[in-house]
């Protein structure tokens, strides 16, 4: 497997933990989303993934983009240790959390939605993830165990993280968000998180690494 990612892309933060939980190893391409303007709008890239964002896969024979479409992929390919819960109504939340961050919050302080947001990008980010994050802390209270739903890492767990980093480098005041503070703790402590954390990637800057 091939993975093009970007050191500091959640998106490819939330793949890189699903191959390192499930132990596939791979070769990484760095895809600087800020350099030359953004390599991620190279003619090379582009034929790869039109929709010209990482992470993108190669992977048995075809390329996947889109993250929850890579894990999911990995899951059914890779079934242990499993990403999501057999029963019906676990399974359902952990989609429905990790829809709730990859769709309702992500995308919004995603950096082509902050360059079009110019002087207020930092106001702009703030808001958004807070509005997610206080849905998303209320949600948690009834789901969580140790992790995101129940005591079972799940693919939840792979955007939350991603989703709290972001939240930190946008200075959002975590204080309101005990049960996403102590969610996120925990699953920091596990070794898949660490090696995949974007200070340790090849494409860290010096200065960024851990």
């Known amino acids: 497997p091939v993975l093009y990612s970007y050191f500091r892309s959640s998106c490819s933060w939330r793949v ?47 390329t996947l983009s889109q993250s929850l479409a890579i894990i999911n992929y990995l899951e059914e390919t890779h079934p242990n240790p499993r990403l999501l819960p057999q029963d019906p109504k676990k399974r359902a939340q952990v989609r429905m959390i990790a829809d709730h961050i990859v769709s309702g919050i992500q995308p919004l302080q995603n950096l082509s939605v902050l360059k079009q947001m110019g002087e207020k990008k930092m106001e702009w980010a703030q808001n958004c993830i807070t509005s997610g994050f206080q849905a998303l802390e209320q949600i948690l209270q009834h789901t969580a165990g140790r992790y995101c739903v129940g005591d079972e ?11 709290v980093a972001n939240a930190e480098r946008f200075k959002v005041d975590m204080g309101p968000y ?32 851990a």
């Open 153 to 163: 890492v799940s693919m939840a767990d792979l955007c939350l993280v991603p989703q």
């Open 16 to 62: 890189r933990i699903a191959l390192a939980l499930k132990g596939i190893s791979y070769d990484l391409v760095p895809v600087n989303l800020i350099k030359d303007g953004g390599q991620q709008f190279s003619p090379e890239f582009k034929a790869l993934n039109p929709m010209q964002q990482v992470p993108a896969l190669k992977i048995d024979g075809i």
């Open 178 to 209: 005990p049960t996403i503070i102590r969610i996120n703790k925990a699953l920091l402590e596990l070794e898949a998180f660490k090696i995949s954390h974007p200070s340790r990637q090849p494409d860290t800057p010096a200065e960024l690494r």
